[in-house]
């Protein structure tokens, strides 16, 4: 049974940088859409970025498009998400998620095929 692992979260003053990864396990992203989601205190979840296994497709959402980057290595079966110019509405709990198809789904999924349990990314002074 495969399984996500996400570490790299922490406290990073505003305009600091942090890079998450997503280690998977028991199965392999080259033919899955990995992403990041997040869920801040208060709001809904909402999807961050995507990738496909083939690092063909990426998708950002516009808030923080030309702040994030997403990429993939599939040697380690790895995802990680480089996050620069932080500001405290980034403080959130990200998880990973993989599903089985296009990032366009994953990104409006309620249920992909496999979540991480989450790492948490708080951003103040």
């Known amino acids: 049974q495969g399984q996500l692992v996400e570490s790299g979260g922490g406290l990073v003053q505003p305009g600091g940088s942090l890079i998450l990864s997503c280690a998977a396990s028991?199965?392999?992203?080259?033919?899955?859409?990995v992403g990041w989601f997040r869920r801040a205190p208060g709001k809904e979840r909402e999807f961050v970025a995507g990738i496909s296994g083939s690092n063909i497709i990426k998708y950002y959402e516009d808030s923080v498009k030309g702040r994030f980057t997403i990429s993939i290595d599939n040697a380690k079966n790895t995802v990680y998400l480089q996050m620069n110019s932080l500001n405290p509405e980034d403080t959130a709990v990200y998880y990973c998620a993989a599903l089985e198809g296009a990032v366009a789904s994953l990104r409006v999924t309620q249920a992909p095929d496999y979540w991480g349990k989450g790492t948490q990314v708080t951003v103040s002074s």
């Open positions: 028991g199965f392999t992203f080259s033919s899955y859409a």
